[in-house]
């Protein structure tokens, strides 16, 4: 190899080198940790956090609630209802064993909502009832459908409302989790179904994060 040849080698390799460190540096400096093993747990953030509107909402206690005051704390949102035979039920009970693998500084640093996509049925009541059965401290959303609608589509989470004038009718909706940072930007998705091992092991790192 010539001494042109040799230095040019070097160089390439220098440039390489330098890239590869830039880019886990960019990684690390926006909290995404390894990647691989986030979308392997299901885990997919969005390359810049998205602003929620600002809408306005009655909890499971029938209390307004503003989209934004979603704060100080990172947020699992998922959208569903009360009368939902199969994925709902199956996702708030991976949750709550989620949360009891977490270590308690994530735990204590989490809050997971149930969004309704079924306010025909789903009072404050109803949600209060329902999201007791699988944890105390889930909190729960319902409101008019257009102002549902809004906050789903604005997350990419849409869902087709409802039939209501037919006798158990359900609702078409995604499983997915919507992931909302502690300024109350969207910062990502969870995949359904919910890996509950997987995501204990990447979770911890993320929530500790600004």
Request: aromatic share 6%.
């Amino acid at each position: 190899m010539s001494r042109t040849h040799l230095t040019v080698f070097i160089l390439v390799g220098l440039v390489a080198l330098v890239l590869g460190l830039t880019v886990n540096k960019v990684l690390n400096s926006k909290g995404q940790g390894d990647p691989t093993q986030l979308l392997d747990a299901g885990i997919v953030l969005l390359p810049q956090s998205r602003t929620l509107p600002d809408l306005e909402l009655l909890d499971q206690d029938g209390q307004p609630v503003v989209t934004s005051q979603y704060r100080d704390k990172w947020t699992l949102m998922f959208f569903g209802y009360t009368f939902c035979p199969d994925i709902c039920p199956a996702t708030l009970a991976q949750l709550r064993q989620l949360r009891t693998q977490l270590p308690e500084a994530a735990r204590d640093n989490l809050r997971i909502v149930m969004v309704s996509v079924d306010p025909h049925r789903d009072t404050p009541e109803q949600l209060k009832k329902y999201l007791a059965y699988f944890d105390a401290g889930y909190l729960g959303l319902t409101g008019e459908e257009t102002t549902l609608q809004k906050l789903a589509n604005a997350v990419s989470i849409p869902y087709i409302p409802a039939d209501t004038s037919k006798e158990n009718y359900t609702v078409d909706h995604s499983g997915n989790l919507v992931i909302l940072g502690p300024d109350g930007t969207q910062r990502g998705f969870i995949r359904a179904p919910v890996n509950t091992e997987k995501l204990a092991a990447q979770l911890p790192g993320l929530l500790q994060r600004p």
